[in-house]
């Protein structure tokens, strides 16, 4: 399973849920980090939204991401596991 996490510099946001999820370690999943800075598609899309989750279970297969809702930002990383956990079973 993939974790993609649309991101931009300087976004605290971002970083604070990139941190959060790497320190996971009860779930087994990839983290992808997109850049919305590096394609002007993802910017368009993400500019105001960032950060913004999409799960993966195909490994590069277009239209295969299923967007999860934004958790909140004091979320700690065990609400944040039970949280995928609940998306990974479905």
């Given at each position: 399973?993939?974790l993609?996490?649309y991101?931009k510099?300087?976004?605290?946001l971002?970083?604070?849920?990139?941190?959060?999820?790497?320190?996971i370690q009860n779930?087994?999943?990839?983290?992808?980090i997109?850049d919305?800075?590096?394609r002007e598609d993802?910017?368009a899309a993400?500019?105001y939204?960032?950060p913004?989750?999409?799960?993966?279970n195909?490994r590069?297969?277009?239209?295969?991401?299923?967007?999860?809702p934004?958790?909140?930002?004091?979320?700690?990383?065990q609400?944040?596991?039970?949280?995928?956990?609940?998306?990974l079973?479905?």
């Amino acid at each position: 399973m993939r974790l993609i996490l649309y991101s931009k510099p300087g976004c605290h946001l971002c970083e604070g849920l990139q941190e959060k999820l790497e320190q996971i370690q009860n779930l087994s999943f990839e983290l992808e980090i997109r850049d919305i800075t590096t394609r002007e598609d993802w910017f368009a899309a993400y500019e105001y939204e960032v950060p913004v989750i999409y799960l993966s279970n195909h490994r590069g297969a277009e239209g295969s991401e299923k967007l999860l809702p934004r958790p909140s930002p004091r979320a700690s990383v065990q609400q944040l596991e039970q949280m995928l956990r609940k998306y990974l079973a479905n």
